[in-house]
């Protein structure tokens, strides 16, 4: 089975801390995804890799970055954290390069941030 | 850009009974099209995927969705709910949109409660 896990989850940070959420996926997936999770909204995609070192910007990327050093490890960084980022964040892998909207994407158990 | 609906936020009904929960997208070519469940505090996990082919799909769990491309709409059945069907439902599109933003694009959610 398809394995991803994240570091924590419940996390608790004060405004202004730098935050790292982790991911990690054992499946050897090129393709790894943040989104948020917000109680009306949805999920909404923050980041997205197709390789490593690789990052493009999803629908609302503004106050994260994003970092893939290894393929099996896809971070998100919060550089200053604030209140509006509380919320689920869920990490996705999947297995195919190119048509990476089309392929099955397989989910973390989340992470509930709150930020005061 | 492709989007979903589910204009359904929340839905009961008693167990044993019937369930139909409405997805509808919008999107100019075929669509990557999935349903995914959330149970409480856990991620999310897919249920059943259309791609081409038949356009009545099984999944797990006993659930079925069918694609109508008249009505753009690909909605989830099962025939009888058990208490542990209790959780949010995700209708996703997914689509290369060869730049830009991509990932699958997810509906708001459906809720639903299981009455005993």
């Known amino acids: 089975d398809v394995k991803v896990t994240q570091s924590s989850r419940y996390l608790v940070k004060r405004t202004g801390e730098k935050v790292f959420l982790e991911c990690v996926q054992d499946?050897?997936?090129?393709?790894m995804f943040w989104y948020r999770q917000d109680p009306g909204l949805g999920l909404r995609l923050i980041y997205f890799?197709?390789?490593?070192?690789?990052?493009e910007k999803g629908d609302i990327p503004e106050g994260y970055s994003v970092s893939r050093e290894k393929k099996e490890r896809f971070s998100l960084i919060l550089e200053s954290a604030s209140t509006n980022q509380t919320s689920m964040y869920l990490c996705?892998?999947?297995?195919?390069?190119?048509?990476?909207?089309?392929?099955?994407?397989?989910f973390g158990p989340g992470t509930r941030l709150t930020v005061l | 850009a492709q989007s979903v609906t589910q204009p359904d936020i929340h839905i009961t009904v008693s167990e044993g009974a019937s369930l139909e929960l409405r997805c509808n997208y919008s999107?100019?070519?075929?669509?990557?099209l999935f349903w995914y469940v959330q149970s409480p505090g856990q991620g999310l996990q897919l249920l059943l995927k259309?791609?081409?082919?038949?356009?009545l799909v099984q999944g797990i769990k006993g659930f079925e969705a069918e694609f109508k491309r008249s009505q753009s709409s690909f909605n989830l059945r099962k025939p009888s709910v058990h208490w542990s069907d209790a959780a949010e439902y995700f209708c996703?599109?997914?689509?290369?949109?060869?730049?830009?933003?991509?990932?699958?694009?997810f509906g708001k959610g459906t809720h639903l409660i299981i009455q005993p």
């Open positions: 259309y791609f081409s082919g038949d356009t």
């Open positions: 996703a599109v997914g689509a290369h949109s060869g730049g830009g933003a991509d990932g699958l694009t």
């Open positions: 999107y100019g070519a075929t669509p990557y």
């Open positions: 890799s197709y390789d490593v070192k690789m990052k």
């Open positions: 499946m050897d997936h090129e393709n």
């Open positions: 996705a892998s999947s297995p195919l390069q190119g048509l990476i909207s089309t392929d099955t994407q397989y």
